[in-house]
């Protein structure tokens, strides 16, 4: 009977220790388990800080970038401005010209003037003739004895002689400058001025004209007069 409750003692200590040691067990796997919870949080909340980080400069980049278009869009909007403005001023002939074209020089054809009689001039009609010739064979910009050509220009014969907006041609040789777009058309227009019978026209009148080869750098003055606008209307 004693080997029999001392069977059951061991038999009870047994399971008591058993009891513990799984207990003692779980409590580690608890513990375990919430460590690596603490962990896993830990890490997740640096990712989210590093990604918040990551996202704000991002962002600041946007931003800077941003800023930075509108700030080139308004200069190249100011550049595209002046570039226009620039180029209507010399299409309208108040900017000084330069670039590739021709001279054009007229002189007196002194043998076939008389002595007593009157000094020959250039009619407005063959100016005319000439500037529209030019005009039509690529050129860009002309002046006539330093005198720039415009739409508004008005080339008369007043007084006995031939007035570009009221300045006299007077002096001899004169020289007629043109300038073109490149050095193609400046090619193309001096071929053309070889065989064009324009040179008849100046002959019949007195004068003689020489054409140069195309130039790299012609230079054409600005218009010197005033442009007057006498009506004006609302476009709708």
Known sequence: MAKIEKKGFIFICF????????????????????????????????????????????????????????????????????????????????????????????????????????DPYISPSVLHKLINELNRYGAQAISIGEQRITPYSTIRFIEGETKIDGYPLRDFPLHIKVITEDEETAEKLYNYMQVSTIADDFFIERFRISISEPKQNIVIPAYNGDFKIKTMEIVN
Do not use: C, H
């Open 15 to 118: 399971l008591f220790g058993v009891m513990i040691a799984i207990q003692i067990n779980s409590l580690k796997q608890e513990t375990e388990i919430e460590s690596r919870s603490t962990w896993q949080l830990r890490e997740n909340l640096t990712n989210a800080m590093k990604t918040e980080t990551k996202l704000l400069q991002e962002i600041q980049e946007i931003d800077e970038l941003i800023a930075q278009y509108e700030t080139e869009k308004v200069q190249s909007g100011k550049t595209i401005l002046t570039d226009t403005l620039k180029e209507l001023r010399l299409e309208a002939g108040l900017e000084e010209w330069e670039g590739p074209g021709i001279t054009i020089t007229v002189t007196r054809a002194e043998e076939f003037i008389v002595a007593g009689d009157s």
